[in-house]
Nanobody, 121 residues
Framework: QVQLVESGGGLVQPGGSLRLSCAAS????????MGWYRQAPGKERELVAG???????SYTDSVKGRFTISRDNAKNTMSLQMSSLKPEDTAVYYC???????????????WGQGTQVTVVA
């Protein structure tokens, strides 16, 4: 089976930095796109940043210039470097990946369990 595990969340002051990591493991043949989503209380889950297997990236407008997404295809890991953090960045951040499992013919979406990021003075 395939699983995604996030790490790196925690408490940080406004203007601070935090780096989130996501590790994919299990019977994985390949991973195409990956991304980071977040969900704050009372709000819809939103796509924060995405990255293709080739390294092309995209960001939601609110984090452009502050967040950087990256991945290591050899290790099946992904990171989100967050800088100049704001209170409105507070949310549970989820790792998402489009995975082709070994012996399967189709890709499937997998989610991590989420990691809490809290930005407060």
């Amino acid at each position: 089976q395939v699983q995604l595990v996030e790490s790196g969340g925690g408490l940080v002051q406004p203007g601070g930095s935090l780096r989130l990591s996501c590790a994919a493991s299990g019977s994985i043949f390949s991973i195409s796109s990956m991304g980071w989503y977040r969900q704050a209380p009372g709000k819809e889950r939103e796509l924060v940043a995405g990255i293709t297997s080739g390294g092309s990236t995209s960001y939601t407008d609110s984090v452009k210039g502050r967040f950087t997404i990256s991945r290591d295809n050899a290790k099946n890991t992904m990171s989100l470097q967050m800088s100049s953090l704001k209170p409105e960045d507070t949310a549970v951040y989820y790792c998402n990946a489009n995975v082709l499992p070994i012996s399967d013919r189709s890709y499937a979406i997998f989610w991590g369990q989420g990691t809490q990021v809290t930005v407060v003075a």
